[in-house]
């Protein structure tokens, strides 16, 4: 499985973006997707994950009121939404994917094993 992940960019606090990922392969349905984000010098964070069929969703506790992670199995794609971007969610953010249960959502980066190779998101103050 290939993962590429778009979406990012400059802009200033109180903005949003919508990030995306594609999947290669015809597999994308059955997969359990995640977001994580990372700054430098600090560990790989998760954000959020949704479930095969986009019904179930998880978010870090920080962010689930800003961010909305969605999907869609016919376009092999991913999306991250993020409201009200704020200078501390500046980072590279990364998809990936976790082909074993389709359903469990974890938020531990280990057990996703594809990933995208990130996309980065600056926001100003």
């Known amino acids: 499985v290939q993962l590429q992940a778009s979406g990012g960019g400059l802009v200033q606090a109180g903005g949003s973006l919508r990030l995306s990922c594609v999947a290669s392969?015809?597999?994308?349905?059955?997969?359990?997707m995640g977001w994580f984000r990372q700054v430098p010098g600090k560990e790989r964070e998760f954000v959020a994950a949704i479930n095969w069929s986009g019904d179930n969703t998880y978010y870090q506790d920080s962010v689930k009121d800003r961010f909305t992670v969605s999907r869609d199995n016919a376009k092999n794609t991913v999306y991250l939404q993020i409201d009200s971007l704020q200078p501390e969610d500046t980072a590279v953010y990364y998809c990936?994917?976790?082909?074993?249960?389709?359903?469990?959502?974890?938020?531990?980066?280990?057990?996703?094993?594809?990933w995208g190779q990130g996309t980065l998101v600056t926001v100003s103050s």
């Open positions: 990936a994917a976790d082909s074993t249960t389709g359903t469990r959502m974890y938020r531990a980066p280990r057990l996703y094993e594809h």
């Open positions: 392969g015809r597999a994308f349905s059955s997969y359990v």
